[in-house]
């Protein structure tokens, strides 16, 4: 079969909800591009109101983003060699965080011999995770800033000391303090791009004792963070493109690391906010949230607010103000009880709640309208206080519902919305945020847009970051090459059987400017370049093999670390952001599909191919029978 000729199928925030096009392609994005979030939350203090959501034009979105790149500090965008902020996030991370069978292994290296030995390792992975046809890579610059500052201390040594045999050479130890990542060098894929089962993500060369301990470090850094990245762009692409994601997992999440880390890489798969304050600080993530049914729960009675007078807002300096708010809010609840009459069963406390959130927020008036009734109590209260905002200058910015049927319930309130914009002639009103919550995964999402809803933003948390759906990616770390001979494990199970030898992988490009095949060669074949037509096999079925017209080639290795520097620029969090977007907005829908999504092709060249089975052959045993 040829290919080339289009090969189809076998939080809360301001947002801009418009479609962005893609600079790779020309096709539209399926993507919003905010780099700021915060629906509610921020600023306490009484000035300007944050833009509403909607639209917005996106030339102003462009110039603003890359005033805030031009902006971002200097540490973040050059190669981070000498920066006090180079370090791993944790500071666990280190040559002891390993598994203890690697620093045994390295000792009977050690004693063999062969501890110098240059070899070669690759990290991949066998099976896309959640059912689908697509990975995200994540976690590369935690492993380079692992690789700059691998040491054992003293005290490291003083603990092998006591756990090896009393009879282990002093010299081992000896060697083991002194090590360091000088020797090895590192080939990657970048972080953020989409990647494919056996495509390895990082091919590890140096020194073979070294090597070998750094296996479990680099795993535990890339399989966590891969998985959760690809958890959130799957939730992104479930949600739709002009739907805002916040992410809100601490609490639930896998501990504080855990927790540090979905929000650092959820926010890098799509996700637009959390409500992680020390990833917001650590990572210039958006921070965004509101308040929790307890706080609503905490009034009574109009007696428990305090500081009922309110500026207003076109009004900073004090000439006009509203010395009673809440006598305010009640005069808009009498004119809602006229407006629906038997279908408003206010409960007290809770308006009395929604106008002490906001006397405090008067400018991110947010509220949860789900304690009591949301329809008949919740709503209809909020809208009172919004009513009351509005003839100050303020703009409300919307709701949170967090139970029952959210589909059903969204679209009732934005009813309510379009009633009270109507007859209070405020039409913004009818615009207003809904925010939806309440224990929702992937499929609630495919569920809501199956069944329609008045959604504008999700809230997610347990199972965005415990990846409820598949709890490990499962990538491997396994030996390719040793002192120039290429490896390969032999297994009767395929999946385990690894592609020998030093390897560097293309991504070949359709006519259509979208990937069709990954490439994988030995690294002295001659690179594959536009034009050509290559054919590319399957690197353990004979019959599966596909003609490429290459229109485009994408090196997808580079030289990340060498001589113990890391050797290319490091984007920001928000650049890596915006590159997951943009890569997965240039592949075939049909690999990102949530349903039966087509497989996409990962092959060998011929030679390679011809090696592999030719040294398969050679070290499988040979069966005799009489």
Not at 220 to 247: C, F, H, Q, W
Not at 373 to 401: I, K, M, Q
Request: proline content about 6%.
């Amino acid at each position: 079969m040829e290919v080339g000729q289009e090969e189809e199928e076998g939080m809360f925030g301001d947002h801009n909800g418009g479609l962005r096009e893609n600079p790779t392609n020309g096709r539209r994005s399926p993507f919003p591009r905010e780099d700021e979030c915060n629906i509610s939350g921020g600023k306490a203090l009484r000035g300007e109101s944050p833009a509403r959501p909607g639209p917005v034009p996106m030339d102003h979105y462009d110039d603003a983003r890359d005033s805030a790149l031009d902006g971002e500090p200097q540490a973040k965008r050059r190669i981070q060699e000498d920066s006090a902020q180079d370090k791993p996030m944790n500071p666990m991370v280190g040559a002891m965080l390993t598994d203890y069978y690697q620093i045994t292994m390295a000792f009977a290296y050690w004693r063999s011999g062969k501890h110098n030995d240059p070899a070669v390792f690759d990290l991949f992975f066998r099976k896309n995770p959640f059912q689908g046809e697509f990975t995200i890579f994540a976690g590369l610059e935690e492993c380079l800033h692992f690789l700059k500052h691998f040491r054992f201390t003293q005290d490291d040594i003083k603990f092998l000391r006591d756990k090896f045999p009393p009879t282990t050479e002093q010299a081992f130890f000896d060697y083991l303090l002194g090590l360091s990542c000088a020797g090895v060098q590192i080939y990657a894929v970048d972080e953020g791009s989409v990647v494919f089962p056996r495509t390895p993500l990082l091919r590890v060369e140096g020194p073979l004792a070294v090597v070998q301990m750094l296996e479990t470090t680099l795993l535990t850094l890339v399989n966590y963070a891969s998985l959760v990245a690809t958890n959130a762009a799957r939730y992104r692409l479930a949600a739709g493109p002009d739907k805002l994601i916040m992410e809100f997992g601490l609490r639930r999440a896998q501990g504080p690391d855990g927790g540090m880390s979905a929000s650092r890489y959820c926010f890098m798969g799509g996700c637009n906010a959390t409500s992680n304050v020390l990833a917001g600080k650590k990572f210039n993530i958006p921070v965004s949230g509101t308040h929790a049914h307890a706080f609503v729960s905490s009034f009574s009675d109009e007696s428990e607010v305090a500081g009922r007078s309110l500026l207003h807002k076109d009004y900073p300096d004090g000439t006009k103000k509203c010395p009673d708010f809440w006598a305010l809010v009640m005069k808009y609840y009498e004119k809602m009880q006229e407006l629906l009459g038997a279908r408003m069963s206010s409960i007290r406390g809770e308006l009395v709640a929604f106008t002490a959130y906001a006397l405090a927020f008067p400018n991110d008036y947010l509220a949860l309208i789900d304690t009591y009734d949301l329809l008949r109590s919740g709503a209809p209260n909020f809208c009172c206080v919004a009513l009351a905002l509005g003839d100050l200058g303020y703009e409300a910015r919307g709701v949170r519902l967090d139970s029952g049927d959210l589909a059903y319930q969204s679209i009732e309130c934005r009813n309510i919305f379009k009633r009270v914009a109507q007859n209070f002639e405020r039409p913004k009103m009818e615009k207003m945020v809904i925010v939806a919550s309440n224990d929702i995964n992937e499929q609630t999402l495919h569920s809501l847009q199956a069944q329609g809803h008045a959604i504008d933003a999700f809230g997610i948390g347990t199972n965005l970051v415990t990846c409820e759906k598949q709890p490990a990616l499962g990538c491997v770390y396994k030996i390719v090459q040793v002192k120039g001979v290429p490896c390969m494990k032999i297994s009767a199970d395929l999946a385990k059987v690894t592609i020998p030898g030093r390897k560097v992988c293309y991504r070949l490009f359709g006519k259509e400017g979208q990937p069709i095949c990954d490439l994988m060669q030995t690294v002295d074949e001659p690179a594959p370049v536009a034009g050509d037509r290559v054919l590319c096999r399957h690197p353990f079925e004979e019959s599966k093999r596909v003609m490429v017209v290459i229109s485009k080639v994408e090196v997808l290795h580079k030289l990340y670390f060498s001589d113990g520097k890391i050797t290319q620029r490091l984007p920001s969090l928000t650049e890596l952001r915006s590159m997951v977007m943009t890569r997965l907005a240039a592949m075939r829908k049909d690999h990102l599909r949530h349903l039966n999504p087509t497989p996409y092709k990962v092959s060998v060249t011929p030679r390679l191919y011809d090696f592999m089975h030719k040294l398969w052959l050679d070290r499988a045993p040979v069966v005799e029978v009489a």
